[in-house]
Nanobody, 125 residues
């Protein structure tokens, strides 16, 4: 599975961004897709994840209500997963990565087999 993340950029505090993760390669419906972020000097941390069919989604508790994961498709045709980020704060500044896992667990980087290159999000105060 190859993953390509995009949609990052510079935004003012209180603004919104939508990140996209396009998947290609093996049958992506066999995997779940997650978003992680890595702030400078910190370890990579879980943001959100969803099964490819979109039935189940999972969030870091502190981000619920501001971040929404969506996309995917049962028919495998729409190979894109999104991360909608609202009410952005300077603390959300990080490089955001999408990743795919077939493990059935979602919250830790080691659960994931495939990673995209990341996209930078910078939130100014």
């Amino acid at each position: 599975v190859q993953l390509q993340a995009s949609g990052g950029g510079l935004v003012q505090a209180g603004g919104s961004l939508r990140l996209s993760c396009v998947a290609s390669g093996r049958t992506v419906s066999d995997y779940a897709v997650g978003w992680f972020r890595q702030r400078r000097g910190n370890e990579r941390e879980f943001v959100a994840a969803m099964n490819w069919n979109g039935v189940n989604s999972y969030y870091e508790d502190s981000l619920k209500g501001r971040f929404t994961i969506s996309g995917g498709s049962r028919d495998n045709a729409k190979k894109t997963v999104y991360l909608q980020m609202n009410s952005l704060e300077p603390e959300d500044t990080a490089r955001y990565y999408c990743a795919a896992t077939g493990a059935g667990t979602y919250y830790y980087p080691n659960d994931y087999n495939y990673w995209g290159q990341g996209t930078q999000v910078t939130v100014s105060s």
